[in-house]
């Protein structure tokens, strides 16, 4: 981490090393990174932090979020999860900020034996991949969180899944990505070509669709905030994860008393709140944690995900321009993944050198993913990426 | 109706000869009708329309809410009922403006044999009235509004139970108050000495407690607006109001294509939103209606109804003060009841002689009531009410 910002430099007119199209938490972080390595960051968006952490609920849940069939992702997950406690401390160290970042572990349960056995069958998966899984008897269930509903049946513990509050966490990376040297520029960026950059990065969300010609669509995501009435924090500590008669819904409990319940996922590209969705996700909870019927309801909101084919992120150059990476596609992992994100695109463009860890997530895994991009200078074309 | 203005008048800062408290929609239809009597008019608020009426789904219901033990009540809801068809068009004519003025009529509906059963008491009740409710078998039912579940398991229909927009008749009140002459006077009134008018009148729901002794409290209503998806019009026409899983709910279609469900009844004076009856509302909204699962939620709010210890409105002059007209007290029922309210008040100031309709709903049937109202002078004591 360096103090520097953008007046010592000797040349602020000079073209940047760096810029970031997207100022949410990857782009911020990247730009953080970036800039603290000593290079010259530009970020663009015309409102930083408005896409879909403005709606997330922050769990950084790698083991409750390992699903079937999609090993990788959670391979990325588990690293970057194991990232968060120092990349938290030195946020919190650079910028003096709180960002609501918890310890104390996730409960996934299941309300009916239906639910126990549907959630029992991915527990089991989580544990043959060595995550680390505790069940619990629903004595040990209510010992934990006593606002439980007595007819949940069952449940489990992963206690290296936390949470942090993505509206403290991007004002944060914002801050730190500043006092770092990045010049934030709050403008909408409509093509590549029109940036003048060594290097640029398209932290764009589902912006990427339309600004690279990545396979990235919108996921619509609806999510309630309710309140703990009294000013007094939440009546439970973990994270909960539930089914709840076959629908499936967290609880990301706040010190400030807030209580995230979240959320849907819908193959749609309108941010409308309807009906059902509250519907379902306040039936699930209140079946869940009943206290929550007596919680304020503070808001109902909807985002997008950026979602990809294969439901994980896409990072590293396109197709032959290695001037222009792709740091996007995270789709419900956005706030999990910003530690590596921000490390290996950092990595990638102060060294040239692709991480290892990059490789199953290369923008060029898709059929059709192709130098579409025009406008851009071409420098440094092909001599990144082997 | 007259279309004198204020500036017309032969001495605008003369005494007023009627003050009213409060510009919701039952003071500004007394300063309508006051006005078009000629008679100088005062309306004090400093937020016209900001109370109950702004929450209220504005249902002409005197049949569907003629409840057990509240004759004396039912009969003025009837009466007043019977007065909107021509106070919409005599409004609308003044104005201009729509009112959201709809008579399709209302279905009461059961959705369960047990919430039949329990509808099926209060309509037998309702026929023994005299009041008109026809029983519908389910085929007829459905016909009628093919859109309600198929578990619904009977209804009834109360065609003269008709509809308005208190949100549309609010403003139109008001308009037409001032074109006959009312000076609104934006600010508020925080003892009845404060005011110098020949009669003062206290239209200020649950605010009449403070002001005036009366025996009014908030009783706390949460209502929920949707909307059909794509700008149409509801896919039902019916006011409809039933009974799911020992839940009672409403719903009332707009042209606009918003909906409006509601409402709890809780003795309690906050306006927070809860999940829990955001939960109830909803829960039992789909299950009547399953369309509504479609719907956009947009708006959650709560208001308070001035409830009183019978649930009937306090009209007519406070005990030893015939200068001082409770217009108050209206609790679920204030949209009907403008007309009824506007026209005895208004009688009663022009001509000093209560209508007979009066007499059930005088102050002084509450023990207690007196004249506790310090500060206003008191001419014409004594001489108003027999």
Redesign the interface.
């Known amino acids: 981490m360096t103090g520097r910002t953008p007046s010592t430099r000797s040349d602020d007119r000079a073209r940047p090393d760096v810029a970031v199209v997207g100022a949410g938490p990857i782009g911020l972080a990247i730009a953080w990174r970036c800039a603290a390595r000593g290079l010259r960051v530009v970020v663009h968006d015309p409102a930083p932090g408005s896409g879909a952490s403005a709606v997330a609920a922050g769990m950084l849940s790698p083991v409750a979020e390992a699903y079937f069939g999609e090993r990788e992702l959670t391979g990325l997950l588990v690293e970057s999860a194991a990232r968060w406690p120092a990349f938290a401390a030195e946020l919190t160290e650079a910028t003096g900020a709180d960002l609501g970042y918890r310890t104390e572990g996730t409960l996934m349960v299941g309300l009916t034996g239906d639910d126990l056995a549907e959630a029992r069958r991915l527990w089991a998966y989580q544990q043959r991949l060595g995550l680390p899984v505790t069940p619990l008897r629903p004595s040990e269930l209510r010992d934990r969180e006593p606002a439980l509903a007595t007819r949940v049946r069952g449940g489990a513990l992963a206690p290296t899944d936390h949470q942090v509050d993505p509206r403290k966490l991007v004002p944060a990376l914002r801050t730190a990505a500043e006092r770092a040297g990045a010049v934030l520029v709050p403008a909408p960026v409509r093509r590549l070509g029109e940036l003048d950059a060594a290097v640029t990065v398209v932290a764009a969300g589902c912006g990427a669709a339309a600004l690279a010609g990545l396979p990235v669509r919108p996921v619509k995501g609806q999510v ?1 905030r ?1 309140r703990a ?1 009294g000013g007094v924090a939440p009546g439970f500590r973990h994270v909960i994860r539930g089914y709840a008669d076959g629908e499936q819904v967290y609880l990301v409990p706040r010190d400030s008393g807030e209580v995230v319940v979240g959320a849907t996922v819908e193959e749609r590209r309108d941010t ?5 969705a ?2 379902r996700l ?2 699930a ?2 079946e869940l944690l009943p206290e ?7 808001e ?1 909101v909807a985002g997008l995900r950026p979602g990809t084919p294969d439901n994980a992120p896409i990072l590293g150059p396109l197709p032959g321009r290695p001037d222009v990476l792709a740091a996007t596609g995270h789709h419900r992992h956005g706030i999990v993944l910003t530690p590596v994100t921000a490390d290996l695109i950092a990595d990638l463009v102060s060294t040239g050198e692709p991480d290892p860890l990059l490789a199953p997530f290369r923008p060029d895994r898709f059929a059709g993913v192709g130098p579409a991009v025009g406008g851009t200078d071409s420098t440094m074309k092909g001599d990144r990426w082997n």
């Open positions: 309630l309710l009435p409308d709140v309807s009906a059902g509250v519907l306040l039936r909870a209140v929550l019927a007596e919680y304020d309801l503070v109902t």
